[in-house]
């Protein structure tokens, strides 16, 4: 139990990180060899946006995709140079279309929900269950209609959605699961890799993320011609169709969606150190878990036995009433401390000015009035905050600290909720 008497920064108290903290950088000596093995070689990009050899790319690009599929017990795992690009080629793949409908969760990274616009198909947004903040599979269910083509569940912060219910929901009603798993690679559900239960699944390697290669993405199935309808979307699809007279996928529009060598490379090395590189987020989590426990106001992720949440951020539920103030003050206070917290994850997308009323050549196709998923709209605006003091590196040995902050500024909350900062 922390027991404090020392006032918060925001009160003219001492703050508690006056250092910088350091950024989490994942490369290190082994991904700069990689890379000038490449240099040295001086390919590096060695596609051909044609039939041929080289339609699928060069030796390090499928070398890390055999690598990934290896990994994650996959049969396919396709490269491209985003997660966005490799969501937009998951709804391609999946057969979206003009006036086709995708179930999509509200609290995400906009690309979610653009992936499906930019395959001219409809962005359906469906409420997040309170206790993850991830796709609710009852909501999903009842916003199923006769043109719903896929089901897109978000990994939030690098913990499970309930995809393997989502996975048999889609199964029943005859639609495409894909899991965009952009935050949560090596996390598990039931045993199972997460991104490997849906039909498609779609991680980032954008600098951001426990693995990276500047930016980058991959595209994971077991489904062969989903595969090669990602293949034809991620390198020029229409050249290849031509010179090779095949008779399917002949509508699909190919863009330049691909991996170079040289991040091929060094995405390669990355996955071979995903343990290594997640092992410190996991011990920080276990130790904030514990130190948060004694905060009544505070609730962290629960991890069901069976699952793995690789916390790409540490998410933190806020209850306003037993703090005694607002989650926003409460994010100021903190800050105030030098604590890395951000409320407010992000805006529900169907509050975006793209979705509120989404055009179609001018005609508004859909509206989305604000308030349609309250529980997304509750931890936006009240409840949720999360901390990328999940990241920082040595961030074990200054978990105490961290925690004291905390007890400092829920100890002072009358007078911060008064707004009586010096
Ligand atoms: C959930 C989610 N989806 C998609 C993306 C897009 O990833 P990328 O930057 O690789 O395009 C992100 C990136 O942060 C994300 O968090």
Known sequence: ?????????????????????????????????????VLKKGILSDYIGAAGPFFMGGEQ?????????????????????????GLHAAVVAAGVSFGDEVIVPPQT?????????????????????????????????RAISPRTKAIIAVNLFGGPAQVLRLRELADQHNLILIEDN?????????????????????????CHKTIQCGEGGIVVTNDDRLARRVALVRNHGENAIASENWDEDVDIVGYNYRLTELQAAIASVQLQRLEELTEPRLEIAKALDQGL???????????????????????????????????????????????????RYVRPLYRLPLFEKLKHDGKTIISHPTGICPNAEKAYSETLLATSFIQVPGGIKLVDRFVAAIAKVLAYAEELSNGKEQ
């Open 1 to 37: 139990m922390v027991v404090t008497t020392e006032k918060p920064a925001l009160l003219g108290g001492t703050k508690t990180f006056t250092e910088a903290l350091p950024r989490y950088i994942s490369t290190s000596t082994q991904e700069t060899e990689a890379a000038v093995q």
């Open 61 to 85: 690009v499928r070398n890390l995709e055999a690598q990934w599929a290896d990994y994650f017990h996959v049969r396919h795992a396709l490269s491209v140079n985003s997660a966005t690009s």
């Open 109 to 141: 990274m906009s690309a979610t929900a653009t992936a499906v616009v930019m395959a001219n198909g409809t962005p359906v947004f469906v409420d997040q269950q309170e206790a993850t903040c991830c796709i609710d599979p009852e909501a999903v269910e």
């Open 182 to 206: 952009a935050q949560a690679p090596a996390g598990q559900h039931q045993g199972l890799y997460l991104g490997t239960i849906g039909h498609l699944g779609v991680f980032s390697l954008n």
């Open 293 to 343: 426990s004694e905060f009544k106001a505070l609730r962290t992720a629960k991890v069901d036995t069976g699952d793995r949440h690789v916390y790409y951020t540490y998410p933190i539920w806020f209850d306003p009433n037993q703090a005694g103030m607002s989650r926003d003050r409460f994010v100021q206070a903190l800050k105030a401390e030098g604590c890395p917290v951000e409320g």
